[in-house]
């Protein structure tokens, strides 16, 4: 019931720390606990001027605690930055088929609604692929990322532009595309 995500949290600032690594802090809760441990960190971070790097799969949750977010995908930072760039703007192909799958409570808001389903399983971190490591299960993939590592970096068609779009992204084609309703 939370009693030992605060425990924990208790040990972490008895060394006085400036940062504080969470893995998975809330998902073995229930929401309404979530929510409990969710405030009391927020306001310890208040109190003690902390920084939290906080590791979960839960996009709403991750959105509503960070300031900057990372996405990983099989082990690798697939795309990086403000919680408004990341869910409002996605442009990473991983990224955007990650929040075409958040539930949406609101019906209006389903039905503009764009699913992304990835096929395949995702390959064993020990013998990635080639290349993009989301390339095997990647709607737009074509040969050049059978071939080239795309680096974790401000797109070119971005590069000198005002747009929230304009952030790291590990991808030979990175473009801007909205998820209708993504864990806002
Ligand atoms: S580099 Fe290619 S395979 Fe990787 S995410 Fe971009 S389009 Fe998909």
């Not at 699913?115 to 064993?124: A, C």
Request: glycine fraction near 6%; proline fraction near 8%.
């Amino acid at each position: 019931g939370g009693q030992r995500q605060r425990i924990g949290i208790a040990r972490g600032l008895a060394l006085n720390p400036e940062i504080i690594i969470c893995d998975e802090p809330v998902s073995a809760l229930d929401v309404s606990v979530q929510a409990q441990v969710v405030n009391l960190m927020e306001k310890l971070q208040d109190e003690f001027n902390l920084s939290y790097i906080f590791i979960a799969h839960d996009l709403s949750i991750v959105r509503h605690i960070s300031d900057r977010v990372g996405v990983m995908y099989l082990g690798k930072m697939a795309e990086i930055g403000t919680d408004v760039q990341i869910y409002d703007h996605p442009t990473h192909p991983y990224t955007q088929a990650l929040l075409s799958a958040v539930p949406v409570p609101d019906p209006d808001a389903r039905e503009g609604r764009e699913r992304i389903i990835l096929t395949g399983d995702v390959p064993s971190p020990a013998n990635p692929p080639s290349g993009c490591r989301f390339r095997t299960r990647c709607w737009k993939a074509e040969d050049k990322c059978a071939e080239e590592v795309p680096l974790l970096a401000v797109p070119e068609v971005f590069a000198g532009k005002k747009t929230p779009a304009a952030h790291e992204s590990a991808c030979h084609f990175a473009e801007e595309k909205q998820v209708v309703g993504a864990a806002s």
